[in-house]
């Protein structure tokens, strides 16, 4: 069962487009594109936070920087992806071992703060670009081109380009946990001054694990700025450092399929309390829709009290029970 | 086998070694006593490198490795255990050890490999629960573990790294009669291939055990020699044994 399950959800994924009728697809197609971006952004999130106990409160600026470079490069005239993606990886894990170089000196709230400043920095950095729209961000008029017959201006070659991306990061992210280094970097996690005492250099591998997330998450960035078309600094901003982290924490931290089950779950409940509209909870509260936050905030606070393990941590424990 | 030169470190105000000067000879078990806050565990992180010094230089084996990080000491073969339990609490004994194993064999640079395929890995951290007592206990969970199995695997995860130089530090804590017994068996065996550097304060024990013993007092060693010297030292009998020396 435990082992057919992530086939199941595979083969569920990919049959959704075929399922789907025409006037809904563009919709379903996009949002559910949307949930895979997210998914693998805080799946890389949640390796340095879940996997390796490091409270990064500056992922964003991963994501950003991937983003950014992406559009940038699109803005230019370089359509490929081939060119783009890369490029954006590259960038976002050289953002990433400049960042967890200096911050992973530090534990604790310090790492908390000074990984949230640095985001904070990049996020002034891009708004002071001008030539990319500065504040306003950045427009494009087509999303990256992959070639080999695909085009993914079309709803459903994103949409499978996405999970393909997506599968790829949660199949990276199983073979990574079980392997040696993901076994040291889960010790260092419980007991880092234990892992430094059997002779394991803990800074060398944080640092390597923090530059894989921030790989990862400069692709989610890149395929980010393609799905919406438009990038603006606020995807560096701190507050969405903390909806990836909610999303971490609300999906299930150390869970290989904590990131897909909280990006799934956040942006299903915005969606489901801005479109559609409850009439008796309308009644009471008439204005309730354009405060969805506050309802995200109550059931991520119902999940922190009574499921802390996350919402993935809630279904494996009533199997073992 | 290993050296410190007038070695010191503060806290703040607090001197918490005083130039101390100290050699462990290859193969002896060389005890270090000395009543609570006289710095024994100061000077064991010291040695084991998660303690800068102040002052002072520390040789192994003939390289100063005075400021050389703690894994880099580790892999040099001089391993330390912790006085407060210090594991991996939510990974099994068996991973405890195969962790320790790991540490020593191989780069941990590797990303795609599962470990558990590595037969090699699991069956030296097998070897090494038999060794300290844990045969069948190999899949419980380190925090599931009596205190005494969990003082003895605190010991093997030191062992694990194949040290050539043991600091263990006070294995015994908190040990009833029997497990100290245990312990002291387990010492016994492995002093034929490790030298150890003990600090204990079970005096049965370090008589039993020690080939010479260093006393140290308020940060300074205040007499070094073999048991019966160290036993009638009219400094180390007013400072330290008191009573236990005149029973």
Known sequence: MRRAAPWVVLALALAFPLAMQAEHQTYYLSFASRIFVYALAATSLNLILGYGGMISFGHAAFVGTGAYVSSILLSEGVASAWIGWPAAIAASALAALAIGAVSLRTRGAYFIMITLAFAQMMFFLVNSMKAYGGDEGLSLRERASVGLGLDLGSDVAFYYTALAALAAGLYGLHRLAHSRFGRVIQAIRENEERAEAIGFPVYRHKLACFVIAGAAGGLAGALLASHGKYVNPNVLHWTHSGTLMVMVILGGVARLWGGVIGAAALLGLEDLIANHRVEWLAAMLPNYQQHASLGVGTVLLAIVLFAPQGIAGMFARRKHA | ?247
């Open chain 2, 1 to 247: 086998m290993l050296e410190l030169k007038s070695v010191s470190k503060r806290f703040g105000g607090i001197v918490a070694t005083d130039d101390v000067t100290l050699d462990v000879r290859r193969g002896e078990v060389h005890a270090l006593i000395g009543p609570n806050g006289a710095g024994k565990t100061t000077l064991i992180g010291q040695i084991s490198g998660n303690l800068g010094s102040d002052r002072g230089a520390i040789v192994f084996e003939g390289t100063d490795i005075t400021h050389a990080a703690q894994h880099e000491r580790v892999r040099a073969g001089l391993a330390r255990s912790y006085q407060i339990t210090s594991l991996f609490k939510r990974f099994t004994v068996l991973d405890n050890l195969a962790l320790a194993v790991q540490a020593r064999s191989g780069s941990s640079f590797s990303f795609w490999r599962p470990a558990s395929a590595e037969a090699l890995l699991f069956d030296e951290a097998r070897a090494i629960a038999g060794e300290i007592g844990l045969a069948g206990r190999e899949t419980a969970v380190a925090m599931t573990l009596a205190h005494g199995e969990q003082r003895a695997l605190e010991v093997g995860l030191a062992l694990a790294t194949h040290p050539r130089l043991v600091l263990l530090d006070e294995p015994m804590a908190g040990m009833g009669p029997e497990e100290s017994e245990s312990m002291i068996a387990l010492l016994g065996r492995i002093r034929a291939r490790i030298t150890v550097l003990l600090v204990e304060h079970d005096m049965d024990a370090v008589f039993r055990l020690a080939d010479r013993i260093s006393v140290l007092v308020s940060g300074r060693v205040i007499a070094s020699g073999a048991p019966a010297a160290i036993r009638a030292h009219p400094e180390v009998r007013k400072a330290y044994l008191g009573e236990d020396a005149n029973a």
